[in-house]
């Protein structure tokens, strides 16, 4: 009687390392599939990220296209009002000479009479 007692413990021991063992593996279970789900989001957030930073690149490259177009527009400005300010100067001075000249005839014509 006292070994069939024995035996009925370590069924009752057996079964008990069953469930135990068989909770545990319903924990990592549920461990992966929450590893999993975290996995999944930081993949969206990745490539969301991912399509953020090309459209930056993107953006960046508009930017520079923009800022270049304005620094060759500026020069061109720049030099055509180089071209302006001379041209005037030599319009002034070609007014100064014409003036002079007038005054000069005038002179010369005060002078003979």
Same mark, same amino acid.
């Given at each position: ?23 545990? @593996?319903?924990? *990592?279970? +549920? $461990? &992966?599939? #929450?590893? =999993?789900?975290?996995?999944? /989001? @930081?993949?969206? *957030?990745? +490539? $969301? &990220?991912? #399509?953020? =930073?090309?459209?930056?690149? /993107? @953006? ?7 800022? #270049?177009? =304005? ?43």
């Amino acid at each position: 009687g006292f070994g069939g007692g024995g035996g009925g413990g370590s069924e009752h021991g057996q079964r008990r390392t069953q469930t135990l063992a068989s909770d545990a @593996l319903r924990q *990592q279970d +549920q $461990m &992966i599939d #929450e590893l =999993a789900t975290g996995v999944g /989001r @930081l993949k969206d *957030q990745t +490539q $969301m &990220i991912h #399509e953020e =930073a090309g459209m930056h690149n /993107r @953006l960046l490259n508009e930017m520079d296209s923009d800022v #270049e177009q =304005a620094h060759q527009g500026i020069v061109e400005e720049t030099r055509r009002a180089e071209q302006i300010r001379q041209d005037r100067s030599l319009w002034r001075l070609y007014l100064i000479i014409a003036g002079l000249s007038v005054l000069l005839f005038l002179l010369i014509l005060m002078g003979l009479s």
